[in-house]
């Protein structure tokens, strides 16, 4: 045994194809020390393998945010390299962009995004103090009707406000005189009002947040030196600094970005702004796509200037109010007088914010030969029917949603995988670039993402590179993706987060596979916020318009271009009709997955995750 043991080791043998590993002089043998592991042939081509999903990811976020985005704002600088002229460097897009209707445009948006901020936080802070600090009735119908608001389209409520006012709308079809509210409305008054409504969702959410976790000591320490409830206002107020700012640039980005009210009221009203200047830009002929790309550099400034003045407002002084002698807020008793207001308020603001809309379209749609000059306007299911039959109408409902199926679950596969990087343990290189790529994509304006579709796909070099998506349902799917992407992963990345490591690391060690240790255990936590970012991907992609509208593949416009077109044509009943059967279908889907999810799934998967 003694004599075995004293026997030299046999020198070791490698493989064919070995070569030596550095640090060690033997061939296909690492150090102990040593970071470079030998591979062999099939090994390598083993590694290659396993990382092609990477590749296959990082090359989807490029082809769906990176290239086009990137392309098109180039072009402001140098038409050139992109075959839009001559100059390789030059500054002329930025010099058309500052003169003319151009610069009243920009004007005209920044002034607008100031008033609707103003007024959509001064109205969302005084709602946020009645729903949140008191017992005024109807609270938790405005916390739905906000949800609502926020899901429903600008230009849905522009239009629905529209036919009610037009000069042969339904007020006028009942004999109304509304030719004084109409004036106010067709202009910069209606827009601003437009975009106010719009806005006050985000300063609600933003504000109300805030507003729940600020403690009653504050209000004690107020009534007890003798201030009164408006010092006690003023001091709550103030102590909402950081929410009041944050909901302030949020509107201001917004509503300076919003397409809807654009195509809609400023173009009837003939008042121009910046997003349907980047429109007519592309839409021009011969196209301006340089013009377009300094009017977008020009509108992601503005929302960059908004962000530095919140920075620079909050900068150098503290708001933490949260600790651990913190107490909860008090809800206030109203009396019958102030109960009666604060009911009116809320009631008011219901009805200008969806219930006007609201009734504008349905009565529109169930008025017979709206817009006509016969005498006889009727009360009937005529405009439903003809929109359920004719092709033109009801073809555009059926697009739209096979698109919003697919853009949906295409958003929330690589949304999942987007959160699960920007949440690992520790972030490398490459998710810190995603976490970039995503911030920078949220200010982008939806007019801006299809642009710069429409722009880098129809390039001499993507038909060189065999790349013929220009004018297909793909390059749409594709948009539409994009501009979903950046929220919906941060919608999953707040419960992806809250996943623990331990989890997947312990369904691993009793044998269990990658797929089932996510079947089993990721899926089941993260079940109902899938489902909350697939519904609104979805019901945000069924009535989406500036995307649709630029990159509509012909004879198949979706939903939103097909209810533009019927209008255009003045088919006002057959246009607001399908209007609102694309808004009941779209909610129709949000309660059928909803009531599917509850009826489907095992108890625990309702129970376990935080409700989105």
């Keep these: 045994m003694t004599e075995q043991l004293r026997q030299p080791v046999p020198p070791f043998k490698a493989g064919p194809g070995a070569v030596p590993v550095a640090g060690t002089g033997v061939p296909g043998l690492a150090s102990a020390g040593s970071s470079r592991r030998w591979r062999s042939p099939e090994a390598r081509k083993t590694w290659s393998v396993r990382f092609s999903p990477v590749l296959a990811f990082w090359l989807a976020i490029v082809m769906v945010l990176i290239l086009p985005i990137g392309a098109f704002l180039l072009a402001a600088f140098s038409p050139r390299l992109l075959g839009q002229g001559d100059e390789w460097f030059t500054l002329s897009a930025f010099s058309a962009a500052f003169k003319g209707t151009l610069l009243q ?26 729903v949140v600090r008191t017992d005024a009735p109807g609270r938790k119908i405005w916390t739905g009707a906000v949800f609502a608001l926020l899901l429903t389209p600008s230009y849905l409520l522009s239009m629905g406000w529209q036919r009610l006012l037009e000069p042969s709308g339904v007020l006028a079809v009942a004999g109304i005189d509304c030719s004084w509210a109409r004036d106010i409305y067709y202009g910069p008054v209606g827009i601003a009002l437009i975009l106010s409504i719009k806005g006050i969702p985000f300063g609600f959410l933003a504000t109300s947040a805030a507003m729940r976790g600020l403690g009653s000591e504050f209000d004690d320490a107020v009534r007890v030196h003798g201030g009164t409830f408006i010092d006690s206002l003023r001091v709550t107020v103030s102590l909402l600094g950081p929410a009041v700012w944050a909901a302030l640039a949020i509107v201001f980005a917004e509503s300076v970005s919003d397409y809807g009210v654009a195509s809609t009221l400023s173009s009837t009203s003939h008042f121009p ?10 839409e021009a002929f011969p196209v301006r796509f340089p013009v377009a790309a300094a009017v977008s550099w020009m509108l992601l400034g503005l929302i960059a200037v908004a962000l530095l003045l919140q920075s620079m407002a909050l900068k150098g002084r503290s708001y933490r109010v949260l600790g651990g002698r913190s107490r909860s807020g008090r809800t206030l008793s109203l009396t019958r007088p102030w109960k009666a207001a604060a009911g009116g308020f809320l009631t008011v603001l219901i009805l200008i914010a969806l219930g006007v809309p609201a009734f504008g379209a349905v009565s529109a749609s169930m008025i017979d030969g709206l817009g006509s000059l016969q005498s006889d306007h009727p009360l009937s299911l005529t405009n439903y029917d003809h929109a359920l039959h004719s092709p033109n109408l009801l073809g555009p409902l059926v697009f739209s949603t096979q698109m919003a199926l697919i853009t949906a679950t295409a958003a929330a596969v690589l949304a999942l995988l987007c959160a699960r990087m920007l949440t690992a343990r520790s972030l490398t290189a490459s998710a810190k670039v995603l976490d970039f790529i995503l911030l920078a994509a949220i200010a982008l304006p939806g007019i801006v993402f299809a642009a710069g579709y429409i722009f880098t796909y129809n390039l001499p070099v993507t038909a060189a590179l065999n790349i013929h998506l220009y004018g297909t349902a793909s390059l749409l799917v594709l948009a539409y993706v994009a501009s979903a992407l950046p929220s919906t992963t941060r919608l999953l990345a707040g419960s992806m987060s809250q996943l623990q490591e331990s989890m997947r690391e312990a369904s691993r060690a009793h044998g269990s596979g990658p797929v089932w240790t996510w079947l089993s255990v990721v899926l089941p936590v993260l079940a109902r916020p899938i489902l909350s970012a697939w519904l609104l991907t979805f019901s945000g992609t069924i009535l989406e318009l500036p995307i649709s509208q630029l990159l509509y593949p012909p004879g198949s416009p979706p939903v939103a271009v097909g209810i533009n077109q019927a209008l255009g044509t003045y088919d006002f009943g057959g246009g607001t009709a399908v209007e609102v059967l694309a808004v009941a279908f779209s909610l129709a889907v949000i309660g059928l997955a909803s009531l599917i999810f509850r009826l489907a799934t095992p108890a625990g998967w309702r129970k376990t995750g935080p409700q989105s």
Excluded: E, K, P
């Excluded at 920009?106 to 802070?125: E, F």
């Design 273 to 282: 702004v910046a997003t349907y200047a980047i429109f007519d830009a592309v």
């Design 105 to 130: 445009a920009l004007a005209d948006s920044t002034a607008l995004g100031l008033v609707a901020a103003a007024v959509a936080v001064g109205v969302s802070l005084a709602l946020a103090w009645l």
